[in-house]
């Protein structure tokens, strides 16, 4: 009588996982195959897993492209199936954050379909200006500036926030004015508000509004960071990067990468996926 063999679960589905990625050729099994063995730490298969995950980050575009390219650059960082290199991670940890677009235009959008639908609807009968100026700012009047002026000074953060955007953008009858901008974008920073902080970093690290002075903007850069922020993590590690810090500049790519992906999962609806 022949033996019958069965199997965990768990190795079953390993099992299962396995035919349909070499079988198959299936690259959503491929990778999650590889990323099984990584779990696991399987160190006797790392190589072959690093392979893999090169060639599911360097192929045509696929869904999982993005998430490949990440697991590269995991195992450049890490030294897994790979000679550990950290410029390496650096550039794949940008490279799937930038393929994040790739995402959005080849995989429906219903956040951004419905927002470009609103848009659309808006402008059909108006300047497309005066539309955006409406949809960013409201109906921009001398009173309405004036209360809201008012209201910032008094300490209210949006308001603040308000005059940041307006200034930063201009609107209406108000002109674009970066010092005022830089004004109240640190008044609103030093009140704890994230994306001020995120702006004000970046005003610090290129000079723009402010005197250019990298301390004041890795200091607002890593509290907007510390706060959920995504583009302070790019600056961060752009400038380890620069300082040839490729250590830590890799550790704020990743972030940053991360941040990205868990956005476009977000609004895509993969969070499940």
């Known amino acids: ?22 079988d198959l050729n299936n690259v959503n099994a491929q990778f999650n195959l590889a990323c099984c063995f990584v779990k696991i730490k399987q160190k006797k298969h790392a190589k072959k897993v690093f392979s893999l995950f090169k060639k599911l980050a360097n192929q045509d575009y696929t869904k999982i492209q993005t998430d490949a390219q990440f697991m590269l650059a995991k195992c450049y960082e890490n030294g897994y199936g790979i000679q550990k290199s950290y410029p390496r991670a650096i550039r794949w940890y940008e490279t799937a ?8 235009i080849n995989n429906p959008d219903p956040v951004g379909d419905t927002a470009n639908k609103a848009l659309e ?3 059909e009968s108006q300047n497309i200006d005066e539309t955006l ?10 009173e309405l500036i004036n209360c809201i002026t008012e209201s910032a000074y008094s300490g209210d953060v949006e308001a603040q926030i308000y005059l940041m955007n307006l200034y930063n953008l ?22 704890g508000n994230t994306e001020a902080m995120e702006n004000l970093g970046n005003m610090y690290y290129y000079g723009k509004g402010v005197k250019q002075d990298y301390k004041s903007a890795l200091y607002w850069l890593e509290k907007a960071s510390s706060q959920g ?12 990067e620069s300082q040839k810090q490729y250590k830590e500049s890799a550790k704020w790519y990743r972030t940053y990468a991360e941040r990205k992906i868990k956005w476009r999962n977000k609004r895509l609806g993969w969070e499940k996926r």
């Open 229 to 240: 922020a995504e583009y302070s993590c790019y600056l961060l590690g752009k400038y380890y």
């Open 121 to 123: 609807k808006a402008i």
């Open 97 to 104: 954050a930038n393929n994040v677009v790739n995402d959005l």
């Open 1 to 22: 009588m022949k033996e019958i063999i069965t199997y965990s679960p768990e190795l079953q589905h390993l099992f299962d996982m396995w035919h349909h990625a070499t």
């Open 170 to 191: 201009g609107g209406g009858y108000i002109e674009e004015d970066i010092k005022k901008c830089a004004y109240w974008t640190e008044t609103a920073a030093k009140n």
């Open 133 to 142: 100026d409406e949809i960013l700012f409201g109906k921009i009047t001398p």
